[in-house]
Structure formats: C-alpha cells, structure tokens
C-alpha cells in the first residue's frame, strides 16, 4: 500500500526558511502529479504548490516567489522549499497526488512561524 510520509517541519521566525520532504512508500511520482497542501487552524485544507510528472510546477499566489516545489523520481520524493517565512504560513503540510486521494493523506508536518 502506498504511504506518503511528511518531513522537514518545525519552528521557524519570521524571515527563516525550512525544506519540507514527502517520501512515498513506493514509487508513484513517475506516473503521477504531486501537490503540497496545508491547513491552518481553522480553516479549510488549501493547495499551496503543485508539480507534473514532467516537472511543470506551479504555486499559489499566497507564495509565490517563496515557495518552490521540486521532485526526485529516483528517491521517490518531493520537496517543498519555503523561504521568507510569514506567521500566515503556519500550518500542518502535507502532500499527496494531484488531484488528492483520500487514503494518501498522511499526518503531515507542523510549520509553525512565529518569533
């Protein structure tokens, strides 16, 4: 069964930058787009980056020019670099396929931004 584990979270201030990690179970990324999602206190889970199987990426308005999303088929995983940290990114990140399916969601990794 496929498992999709989130890595690379924690506290950062403001300003800071923090390289997420998404290793699958087995490998899926060759047939199939990626997303980076979160879901802050409260709110409802958002799309914050995405990337095809070719490598087409492309990220929200929210982070764009923050935020890259890159992926390594050979290790099975998918990074997300955040850099120019905001308190507003604080959230839980997780990945999964694009479009999303339900029994990928994994426990995602605590970004937490705050001085």
């Known amino acids: 069964q496929v498992q999709l584990v989130e890595s690379g979270g924690g506290l950062v201030q403001p300003g800071g930058s923090l390289r997420l990690s998404c290793a699958a179970s087995r490998s899926i990324f060759s047939i199939n787009a990626m997303g980076w999602y979160r879901q802050a206190p409260g709110k409802e889970r958002e799309l914050v980056a995405t990337i095809t199987s070719g490598g087409v990426t492309n990220v929200a308005p929210s982070v764009k020019g923050r935020f890259t999303i890159s992926r390594d088929n050979a290790k099975n995983t998918v990074y997300l670099q955040m850099n120019s940290l905001k308190p507003e990114d604080t959230a839980v990140y997780y990945c999964?396929?694009?479009?999303?399916?339900?029994?990928?969601w994994g426990q995602g990794t605590q970004v937490t931004v705050s001085s």
């Open positions: 999964n396929t694009l479009p999303s399916r339900s029994t990928l």
